[in-house]
């Protein structure tokens, strides 16, 4: 027997990278998440073949994994407009995408409708009638399905329940809502969809959806439509992950473990597809299987490897956080073992802290590993979902698209006819807003202009006033910054998303943007921090395009 044991993950040298590259972070292996699709897809089709695997782009949105799994044919389950940027640029076709997520922003809905995707999940009849609207608006015609409350039909009441209620259409007025929708001029009713919850540990609540969900379609058959898609959301399970339950948060406080296998894919595909395929044998028209799994597809691709910073009595504090790697210990729990083991070592009880000044910040509680050392390294299973994607929420979505635009971009725009007229208008907004400004603090929201465009920062400086600039990219801040400097121009120039500034109250006498706020879904958010930073009596200048004189 070898003395120590290295963790093997996907025939890969996690040990090497450690050495390569700062910890804490991530590795996926192509290899597995093309095998969890395979195998997924293999289990169901087995009973019914008519599946569609919609794969929740808010688990893991790597670009890479978005580009794989566009070409083993999934298709998206979306959440919004930086998300349908991320599908389309990944390759995706707009037929394969799907929205969903209740109550979307009006601008991301939009987009999707303008963009023609395949299908807008609605969770409201008053979220119906928008879709209705904004569709007649754009003149054109889309696609929907309801989302279904699947209610718990146990003697005692589900206590989750509660919380489930706030996602969905109640199953009595799922059948009324449909006729209602059949009378719709921009939305054509598709089907039927629902989402019993996640890290599910056996297939039983699946099958009873499956369930519900053919009766309504049989119901909706019975009034003359069709129900050409059922949808029964995520929930297949991760077999590595540790589902937690409120027994198993007590017992692990005494450092007792409780064993909870969960069910294989097969045994979903088996159990759900059988149940799907026998009870889809009363309609006129079968629908299409569609299935939304994340975890199952993406969790066990992906480790972070993370270093342990300091000991304290049991307190193993390591540098990777619940930052990036948000579950909460009271939903589940991932696996965490040392990249190398000795055959002889005895097992200790640790509790494994994130590094942040948050008590919450806690990865594990007496979880068993052998003696452990300052510098040692830990590998964090299940890292591939629900980790950096979620962590790296839409605000870096944004930062991406913009550090990507940057990087693209050669040269811009400084010579052009245009940005010499767009500079005179600038100037000219200035002198009328803001003079006299010697003396006066600025505040630039982005700084893409700084790099390829009218450069205007320099002119307020020039003017006398002290000058402050933020941009969400690091790429453009970057560039901004080697710019200010060769010309040694003094500017206080921040990374920041618009709608957190990270300047005090009262800090500015003047705010200038242009052409940025519209690119928020929520360009609210930024218009308060501007009114926040701005002192009483001070002025902003907010500039959006002009429909008009483009
Ligand atoms: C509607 C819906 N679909 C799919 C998923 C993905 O679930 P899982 O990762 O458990 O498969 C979720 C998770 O919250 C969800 O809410």
Same mark, same amino acid.
């Given at each position: 027997? &070898?003395?120590?044991a290295?963790f093997?993950?996907?025939?890969?040298?996690?040990e090497?990278?450690? /050495?390569?590259?700062?910890? &804490?972070?991530?590795?996926?292996?192509?290899?597995?998440?093309?095998?969890?699709?395979?195998?997924?897809r293999?289990?169901?089709?087995?009973?019914?073949?008519?599946?569609?695997?919609?794969?929740?782009?808010k688990?893991?949105?790597?670009?890479a994994?978005?580009q794989?799994?566009?070409?083993l044919?999934?298709?998206? *389950?979306i959440?919004?407009?930086?998300e349908?940027?991320?599908?389309?640029? =990944?390759?995706?076709?707009?037929?394969?995408?799907?929205?969903?997520?209740?109550?979307?922003?009006?601008?991301?809905?939009e987009?999707?409708i303008?963009?023609?995707i395949?299908?807008?999940?609605?969770?409201? &009849?008053q979220?119906?009638e928008?879709?209705?609207?904004?569709?007649?608006?754009?003149?054109?015609?889309?696609?929907?399905?309801?989302r279904?409350?699947?209610?718990?039909?146990?003697?005692f009441p589900?206590p989750?329940q509660r919380?489930?209620?706030?996602?969905?259409i109640?199953?009595?007025?799922?059948v009324?809502l449909?006729?209602?929708?059949q009378?719709?001029?921009?939305? #054509?009713?598709? %089907?039927?969809?629902t989402?019993?919850?996640?890290?599910?540990?056996?297939?039983?609540?699946?099958v009873?959806?499956?369930e519900e969900? @053919?009766?309504?379609?049989?119901a909706?058959?019975?009034t003359?439509?069709?129900?050409?898609?059922?949808?029964l959301g995520g929930?297949?399970?991760?077999?590595?992950f540790?589902?937690?339950?409120?027994?198993?948060l007590?017992?692990a406080?005494?450092g007792l473990?409780? +064993?909870?296998?969960?069910?294989?894919?097969?045994?979903?595909? $088996?159990?759900v597809g059988t149940?799907?395929?026998?009870?889809?044998g009363?309609?006129?028209h079968?629908?299409?299987?569609v299935?939304?799994?994340g975890?199952a597809?993406?969790?066990?691709?992906?480790v972070?490897v993370?270093r342990v910073?300091a000991?304290k %009595?049991? !307190?193993?504090?390591?540098?990777?956080?619940?930052?990036?790697?948000?579950?909460?210990?009271f939903?589940?729990e991932r696996?965490?073992?040392?990249l190398?083991?000795? =055959?002889?070592?005895?097992l200790?009880? !640790?509790?494994?802290s994130?590094p942040t000044?948050?008590?919450? *910040?806690v990865?594990?509680?007496?979880c068993?590993l052998?003696?452990?050392?300052?510098?040692?390294?830990?590998?964090i299973r299940?890292a /591939?979902?629900y980790?950096?994607?979620?962590?790296?929420?839409e605000?870096?979505?944004?930062?991406e698209h913009?550090?990507r635009?940057?990087?693209?971009?050669?040269?811009?725009f400084? %010579?052009?006819?245009?940005?010499?007229y767009?500079?005179r208008r600038?100037?000219a907004?200035f002198r009328r807003?803001?003079?006299?400004?010697a /003396?006066?603090?600025?505040?630039?929201l982005?700084l893409?202009?700084?790099?390829?465009?009218t450069?205007?920062l320099?002119?307020?400086?020039?003017q /006398?006033?002290r000058v402050a600039?933020?941009?969400?990219?690091s790429?453009?801040?970057?560039?901004?910054?080697?710019?200010?400097?060769?010309?040694g121009?003094d500017?206080?120039? $921040?990374?920041?998303?618009i709608?957190?500034?990270?300047f005090?109250d009262? #800090?500015?006498?003047?705010v200038?943007?242009?052409?940025?706020v519209?690119h928020?879904p929520n360009?609210?958010?930024?218009?308060s921090?501007?009114? +926040?930073?701005?002192?009483?009596g001070?002025?902003? @200048?907010?500039?959006?395009?002009?429909?008009?004189?483009?």
């Open positions: 027997m &070898p003395e120590q290295e093997s993950f996907a025939g890969l040298d996690v090497r990278f450690a /050495g390569r590259v700062d910890t &804490p972070f991530f590795l996926f292996s192509t290899r597995i998440l093309k095998e969890n699709y395979g195998r997924l293999h289990a169901y089709t087995e009973q019914y073949t008519d599946i569609r695997i919609d794969y929740p782009v688990t893991n949105r790597e670009l994994v978005l794989i799994l566009c070409s044919g999934a298709s998206l *389950d959440a919004g407009e930086h349908l940027q991320l599908a389309l640029e =990944a390759g995706f076709p707009v037929q394969r995408l799907t929205l969903d997520r209740p109550h979307t922003a009006q601008q991301g809905l987009a999707c303008r963009a023609g395949h299908a807008f999940i609605v969770d409201s &009849p979220e119906l928008r879709l209705e609207d904004i569709a007649a608006k754009l003149e054109t015609e889309v696609q929907a399905c309801l279904v409350q699947v209610g718990s039909r146990g003697i589900n989750v919380y489930l209620a706030k996602f969905g109640p199953r009595s007025r799922i009324p449909w006729q209602q929708g009378r719709l001029e921009h939305v #054509r009713l598709i %089907g039927l969809t989402h019993v919850g996640s890290q599910l540990l056996t297939p039983k609540t699946q009873r959806a499956v969900l @053919v009766e309504l379609a049989a909706i058959e019975r003359g439509g069709t129900v050409a898609e059922i949808n929930g297949i399970p991760s077999p590595t540790r589902r937690q339950t409120l027994v198993g007590l017992l406080q005494v473990r409780r +064993r909870q296998t969960p069910a294989n894919v097969a045994e979903f595909g $088996r159990q149940a799907f395929a026998a009870a889809v009363s309609l006129t079968p629908p299409t299987l299935l939304q799994p975890r597809i993406a969790s066990t691709m992906g972070c993370t910073r000991i %009595g049991q !307190w193993v504090i390591v540098d990777a956080s619940q930052t990036s790697l948000p579950e909460s210990l939903f589940g696996a965490i073992l040392p190398r083991q000795s =055959a002889v070592a005895r200790r009880r !640790w509790h494994v994130g000044l948050n008590t919450g *910040d990865l594990a509680v007496n068993s052998p003696p452990l050392e300052v510098g040692d390294l830990l590998v299940d /591939g979902a980790s950096l994607s979620v962590d790296r929420c605000s870096d979505a944004m930062q913009w550090d635009a940057a990087l693209r971009m050669k040269g811009g400084r %010579g052009a006819p245009s940005t010499a767009y500079r600038e100037i907004l807003y803001f003079s006299p400004m /003396g006066k603090r600025l505040l630039k982005d893409w202009n700084e790099v390829h465009n450069n205007i320099p002119f307020a400086h020039a /006398g006033m600039g933020v941009d969400i990219s790429v453009v801040l970057e560039q901004a910054r080697a710019r200010f400097e060769a010309a121009i500017a206080d120039l $921040r990374q920041s998303d709608r957190a500034l990270s005090p009262n #800090r500015f006498d003047c200038y943007s242009m052409g940025t519209e928020l360009p609210g958010a930024a218009i921090e501007v009114f +926040r930073v701005l002192k009483p001070g002025v902003a @200048v907010i500039g959006v395009p002009n429909a008009h004189d483009p």
